[in-house]
């Protein structure tokens, strides 16, 4: 659907709801709906200062495409 395609959506847990599982849950079912949905790829674009994110993303099977790295570095990783 090409309606999903290029769409970029910046999302955030807030400092005092982190580590109570709503950011791996977000994730998944952003995987479960864009697999729904007919998608062969998701891409993530994260501060490589953001670990925990980071590890968040390997652990769901996010791998590393590439390095941005002009006003500030930025780690690409998809998932297929």
Request: hydrophobic share 30%; net charge positive; with cysteine.
């Amino acid at each position: 659907d090409e309606e999903w395609e290029d769409k970029c959506l910046g999302v955030y847990i807030s400092k005092e709801m982190r580590g109570l599982g709503f950011g791996e849950a977000l994730c998944k079912e952003l995987i479960r709906a864009g697999k729904n949905r007919g998608l062969d790829k998701l891409r993530i674009h994260v501060s490589p200062k953001n670990t925990k994110a980071i590890e968040l993303y390997a652990k769901l099977g996010f791998k590393q495409e590439g390095i941005r790295e002009d006003n500030e570095q930025i780690l690409y990783l998809h998932y297929r």
